[in-house]
Antibody, heavy 122, light 113 residues
Framework: QMQLQESGPGLVKPSETLSLTCTVSGGSISSSSYYWDWIRQPPGKGLEWIGSIYYSGNTWYNPSLKSRLTISVDTSKNQFSLKLNSVTAADAALYYC??????????????WGQGNLVTVSS | DIVMTQSPDSLAVSLGERATINCKSSQSILYSSNNKNSLAWYQQKPGQPPKLLIYWASTRESGVPDRFSGSGSGTDFTFTISSLQAEDVAVYYCQQYYSIPYTFGQGTRLEIK
């Protein structure tokens, strides 16, 4: 059974870079049927899609974050990563990684990590 | 961006009764390749990630009980729990996967009356 696990620091200083990694187990990140996404949720609030990556390295970003965002994949390690530059308090959230089906297959994020809580504070 | 608006924001329903949540998209999310609406519904319980319940607006994800259903087309969609169980207490979100950025409704908190 596929599992996703986020890892990274829980505390980031304002103006610095938030870096998270998602490790995929129980299956290959190189599957042609899926995309690998980051989604975040500020405490007590709703969900925001951050961006996606395909195993080939193609990326799609939320325009609201695009100027600060880099998502990358390492197929040899079965991992994908997120880097968000110049963070502010507004970036404090629970960051999830998730597997998404292609739209033609029904879309939707059907496998999720448990989330990595990131606090932004000096 | 496609704005997804859910109603109500919160809902209290008696055990065994029907719960209905509405979701409206700011534009059509009809996927032309198969004439289906690119809409999903998720359930999020406290301390857990969201769980996919419904996709294509009305297709239940594998393993999801049949008391959960979705309907609608165009820009107006409905999520229904036919007979509320205690374990259904959660926040429910609709989400469009028609265009980037993928967007969610604000969530509906469902409680037991």
């Amino acid at each position: 059974q596929m599992q996703l696990q986020e890892s990274g620091p829980g505390l980031v200083k304002p103006s610095e870079t938030l870096s998270l990694t998602c490790t995929v187990s129980g299956g290959s990140i190189s599957s042609s049927s899926y995309y690998w996404d980051w989604i975040r949720q500020p405490p007590g609030k709703g969900l925001e899609w951050i961006g996606s990556i395909y195993y080939s390295g193609n990326t799609w970003y939320n325009p609201s974050l695009k100027s600060r965002l880099t998502i990358s994949v390492d197929t040899s390690k079965n991992q994908f990563s997120l880097k968000l530059n110049s963070v502010t308090a507004a970036d404090a959230a629970l960051y999830y990684c998730a597997r998404r089906r292609s739209t033609s297959s029904g879309g939707g994020w059907e496998v999720w990590g448990q989330g990595n809580l990131v606090t932004v504070s000096s | 961006d496609i704005v997804m608006t859910q109603s109500p924001d919160s809902l209290a329903v008696s055990l065994g009764e029907r719960a209905t949540i509405n979701c409206k998209s700011s534009q059509s999310i009809l996927y032309s390749s198969n004439n289906k609406n690119s809409l999903a519904w998720y359930q999020q319980k406290p301390g857990q990630p969201p769980k996919l319940l419904i996709y294509w607006a009305s297709t239940r994800e594998s393993g999801v009980p049949d008391r959960f259903s979705g309907s609608g087309s165009g820009t107006d969609f409905t999520f229904t729990i036919s007979s509320l169980q205690a374990e259904d207490v959660a926040v429910y979100y609709c989400q469009q996967y028609y265009s980037i950025p993928y967007t969610f409704g604000q969530g509906t908190r469902l409680e037991i009356k």
